[in-house]
């Protein structure tokens, strides 16, 4: 919004000069080193937890492949290493192979997240002939049933096996992602099992943050306080035993939490992504933050000004902004107040403490309402799209 601008210096179109200008601001908020790019947020799957905002950018709002393009060169310009090719579902975008062959002729080291279903053996094999480094397959369950039901996707998990297969036939490696919430923890032991058994490098066990989807979806999703107890025995278990093997890296939900967590690596800090049509952000939920103005790479500065100069970069770096009780705590350059977007979810003010910390005064009644939606009968899902949701009919179709 024009009134949160800030004043916008007349020459900032060079961005190795606006890092070079302000060095005291790149030294303590330097360019991250991986980006995130969301190339799309068209997906045939409809998962209940999808970390895209409920409002979606629509296919025409999606930057060019030369918008792109651009984009790529001017991050390896800056410095950037390291994107992740992301969306929604970026194998949905005609020109994958072309951007993924640009970022690797700009020297950039590509991994690929995606849900699979629409790759096949020939396109997989096109993405690692141009280049890409690394494929990440997310998988919703350990068997079909109940995997292609979270997705609302038919046919989704066996599509997944097949291209985990190919990509490592390909020589690539795999990282298997696997979000876990209520309906699917009791499948962890086998999620661990069929990672090894797919010869995956990493595997993500990470619990449903409440955002977004998932937070319209918190009823069905929510674990119980006995079922995390178990799944986090269950990882330090295979952790132990798969060591050299698997690394197993865990989320854990924060509403059970008794301190938030550094979301993000801190606002501003360690992170940005970009949105289909364009957007820097400094999460991918940053834009269900009402007041603030991303300013878009279709705009006349450069993504290091953005990440530098940018308000909405600026609102809530550091600790300034803080109100109590995270302004005189002792954990705030630890943990940062936690997450902004939770924050306002919950309370209606991105500046207050994340709920999810102990101290806030909310915490209280947000534990004992997921205690209790946990305990609940809710299990039918709104499935994410782009017409603001479908709920799961009652005998789960
Ligand atoms: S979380 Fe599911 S619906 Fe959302 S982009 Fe990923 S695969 Fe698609
Ligand atoms: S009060 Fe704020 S800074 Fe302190 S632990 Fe809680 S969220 Fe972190």
């Known amino acids: 919004m024009s009134d949160v601008l800030p004043t916008i210096p007349p020459d900032t179109s060079d961005s190795l000069a606006v890092l070079e200008k302000s060095r005291s601001t790149a030294e303590t908020f330097g360019i991250p080193l991986a980006v995130l790019l969301e190339i799309t947020h068209r997906c045939p799957l409809q998962c209940p937890y999808c970390s895209n905002p409920v409002e979606l950018d629509r296919s025409g709002k999606e930057l060019t492949t030369d918008e792109w393009k651009k984009v790529l060169s001017e991050l390896a310009e800056i410095g950037v290493l390291q994107v992740h090719f992301s969306g929604g579902e970026p194998t949905a975008r005609k020109d994958l192979v072309d951007l993924v062959k640009h970022a690797s002729d700009v020297g950039l080291y590509t991994n690929l997240i995606t849900s699979a279903v629409l790759l096949t053996r020939e396109k997989l094999s096109e993405l690692a002939d141009a280049g890409l480094c690394h494929v990440q397959i997310s998988f919703q369950g350990i068997e079909e049933g109940l995997a292609d039901r979270v997705a609302g996707y038919k046919g989704g998990h066996r599509k997944k096996l097949e291209v985990a297969k190919w990509t490592r036939e390909l020589d690539l490696p795999l990282t298997v992602n696997a979000v876990m919430h209520r309906q699917n923890l009791h499948q962890l032991p086998d999620i661990i099992q069929m990672s090894v058994d797919l010869d995956a490098d990493r595997l993500e066990v990470a619990n449903v943050q409440y955002y977004g989807w998932a937070l319209k979806n918190r009823a069905a999703l929510m674990p119980t306080v006995a079922q995390l107890d178990e799944c986090t025995a269950i990882v330090e278990a295979a952790r132990e035993r798969l060591k050299g093997r698997l690394t197993i890296d865990y989320v854990v939900p924060d509403y059970y939490a008794l301190r938030p967590k550094k979301c993000m690596g801190g606002w501003g800090r360690q992170f940005f992504n970009i949105s289909p049509a364009g957007k820097v952000l400094p ?11 991303f300013l878009s790479v279709r705009s006349n500065h450069s993504i290091a000004w953005i990440w530098q100069n940018s308000e909405a970069f600026n609102r809530y770096r550091g600790t300034g902004w803080m109100k109590e009780p995270c302004k005189s705590c002792e954990f705030r350059e630890i943990d940062f107040g936690g997450c ?15 709920p999810a910390c102990a101290l806030s005064p909310l915490h209280e009644t947000i534990f004992k309402q997921a205690e209790a939606e946990a305990e609940g009968e809710t299990s039918r899902f709104l499935y994410r799209n782009f017409a603001g949701g479908t709920l799961e009919s009652e005998n789960g179709t």
Not at 288 to 293: A, E
Not at 342 to 347: I, M, V
């Open 340 to 354: 902004r977007c939770q924050a306002f979810a919950l309370t209606g003010d991105a500046a207050n403490t994340d």
């Open 283 to 293: 999460c991918h939920a940053a834009e269900s933050i009402t007041g603030l103005d």
